[in-house]
């Protein structure tokens, strides 16, 4: 279940800058959406829970194949499977992310994974579930990719066409909205 295999790309972590957006790794194409899914607490700790159990995911129509139920860890490794791909798109996490927040900072939580080799893509994506101090809760999306080989640099308006699609998913998964 390509546990041996290493990341598809050398900026393993970036997704942790603030600048990423403006200043993606050299060669890709990164990508930050935040938006509002609800508020208090309750809100913020099921959408907590729902993000590390995949939950964003497969509530966008993608079926995942992770190695247990509980929350999910750094190093894990999950199969995607997207509709309309005739093939497994591997991932493993890359860090999660557990921060309470105070002091006018909000709390935080979430995780980033990376592709491996299989992946149509390159690069690494976050996923963060933030409880600002005013009670709102936020999903953040973060992302840099490219192609991951000729044959998707040639269907490259497609491979966008699919991940924008999959982004507002994302962003509408824990909204309530479908």
């Known amino acids: 279940m390509h546990t ?22 050299r060669g890709y194409r990164a990508v930050e959406r935040r938006v509002r899914i609800g508020r208090g607490e309750a809100a913020w700790r099921a959408a907590a829970q729902e993000t590390l159990r995949w ?22 490794v999950v199969l995607m499977r997207v509709p309309l ?3 497994d ?18 709390a935080v939580r979430g ?15 976050v996923f963060l579930v933030e409880h600002d101090p005013d009670g709102s809760v936020w999903l953040r999306i973060r992302a840099f990719s490219r192609p991951a080989g000729w044959i998707f640099r040639a269907a490259y308006p497609a ?4 991940q924008r699609l999959y982004t507002q998913r994302y962003l509408r998964s824990l909204s309530g909205r479908r």
């Open 89 to 106: 798109v591997p991932c493993r996490v890359v860090y999660t992310v557990d921060e309470e927040g105070g002091a006018g900072e909000p």
């Open 55 to 76: 939950g964003i995911q497969r509530r966008s129509g993608i079926e995942v194949a992770a190695p247990h139920e509980g929350p999910l860890a750094a190093g894990d």
């Open 159 to 162: 491979v966008l066409l699919m």
């Open 111 to 125: 995780f980033a994974y990376g592709t491996l080799p299989g992946h149509p893509e390159r690069g690494e994506e």
């Open 4 to 25: 041996g295999d290493t990341f598809t790309y050398a900026e393993v972590g970036a997704t942790r800058r603030a600048d990423l957006r403006s200043r993606p790794p």
């Open 85 to 87: 791909w005739p093939r």
